[in-house]
């Protein structure tokens, strides 16, 4: 069964700092995508960072980079020199083969909250 | 970009009515569209699972009957809460396959009041 946790209801995070949001899954296919979402409180699903199974490299997208560790079955979101508006819930999921087709998994999300 | 939009951004309706919520992909097809359901302060989750032209695919604890799913091109959806309940008060947003390599579209979600 396909499975993203999130450990970390809340983060409080100084602006300009760096923040590292927790993500780890498990799964028992050899092919999957891990992706990252940011959900501002009007509710939109903003994509941030995707990283394949497959990928050598950790995933970068400007401010956002994923610390991949495959054997730990952990795909961290690092988000660099935080600003005001990082404050938002984030989403880990996971695109895996559920009963024969592929969907998305999240995770339970984490609350960042930026402080100036 | 891929774009998703979805209709209506907010609706209040009175117990017993149904409510249609649409998603349209604009500038890509998507052969399968996604519904997902997320309550306060908590994570999405997934309702059913629409192919184009084919029927939808409910997860295990969603009632067919109350969630009515057409997929009927390649760029709408539909989703429709029959015989609302208050307890159908909720944020419903859609998510497309298509319009890039490996990703998914979310639509802007909408947001339903039953009173």
């Known amino acids: 069964a396909q499975k993203i946790t999130q450990t970390q209801p809340g983060m409080f995070v100084q602006e300009k700092e760096a923040v590292t949001l927790d993500c780890t899954y498990d799964t028992s296919d050899p092919s999957y995508g891990l992706f990252w979402y940011k959900q501002p409180s009007s509710g939109e699903m903003i994509f941030l960072i995707y990283q394949g199974s497959y990928d050598q490299q950790n995933a970068t997208e400007g401010r956002y980079s994923l610390n991949f560790q495959k054997a730990r079955k952990s795909a961290n979101l690092v988000i660099s020199a935080s600003q005001l508006g990082d404050s938002a819930m984030y989403f880990c999921a996971m695109r895996g083969i559920i009963q024969g087709a592929q969907k998305l998994v999240f995770g339970q999300g984490t609350r960042l909250t930026i402080n100036p | 970009g891929a774009v998703v939009s979805q209709h209506p951004s907010r609706v209040i309706c009175k117990s017993g009515t149904s409510v249609k919520i649409e998603c349209r992909s604009l500038?890509?097809?998507?052969?399968?569209m996604f519904w997902y359901r997320q309550f306060p302060k908590q994570s999405l989750m997934l309702m059913a699972t629409?192919?184009?032209?084919?029927?939808?695919?409910?997860e295990q604890g969603v009632e067919k009957d109350k969630f009515l799913i057409n997929h009927a091109s390649l760029t709408l959806s539909t989703l429709t809460v029959t015989s609302a309940h208050p307890e159908d008060s909720s944020f419903y947003i859609c998510?497309?396959?298509?319009?890039?390599?490996?990703?998914?579209?979310f639509g802007s979600g909408t947001r339903l009041t039953v009173v």
């Open positions: 629409s192919n184009e032209g084919s029927k939808a695919t409910y």
């Open positions: 998510s497309a396959r298509g319009g890039w390599d490996y990703g998914y579209t």
């Open positions: 500038d890509f097809q998507a052969t399968t």
